[in-house]
C-alpha cells in the first residue's frame, strides 16, 4: 500500500466523521405545513445564509463534494 493511499484513506475518514457531525448540528427544515400554508418569510429567514446555519450547509457542500472526489480517487487506485 503506498503512503498516498494511506494518507487518502486517512483523509477520507476524517472527512466522513467530520460530515456526520456537521450534518447532525444542522437543524431541520420547516418545510411541513407551514409551507402550505403560506406563511410570511421572517427576517431571520430571509438572512439564513449569514447565520451559523448558513455556514453549516456550505460546509456540508463542501465536505461532501471532497467525500465525493476522494471516494472516485481511491476507487481508481484499487483498479
Same mark, same amino acid.
Given at each position: 500500500? $503506498? =503512503?498516498?493511499? &494511506? =494518507?487518502? +484513506? &486517512?483523509?477520507? &475518514? @476524517?472527512?466522513s466523521i467530520f460530515l456526520a457531525v456537521? =450534518? @447532525?448540528?444542522?437543524?431541520? #427544515?420547516?418545510?411541513g405545513l407551514s409551507a402550505v400554508t403560506g406563511s410570511v418569510d $421572517?427576517?431571520? #429567514?430571509?438572512? #439564513?445564509?449569514?447565520s451559523m446555519e448558513g455556514a453549516l450547509v456550505k460546509i456540508t457542500r463542501v465536505a461532501a463534494v471532497l467525500f465525493m472526489? @476522494? +471516494?472516485i480517487v481511491l476507487n481508481m487506485q484499487s483498479l
Open positions: 500500500m $503506498s =503512503v498516498l493511499k &494511506i =494518507v487518502m +484513506t &486517512i483523509l477520507f &475518514i @476524517l472527512d456537521v =450534518v @447532525l448540528m444542522q437543524e431541520g #427544515k420547516e418545510g $421572517s427576517y431571520w #429567514k430571509q438572512n #439564513k445564509g449569514r472526489v @476522494l +471516494t
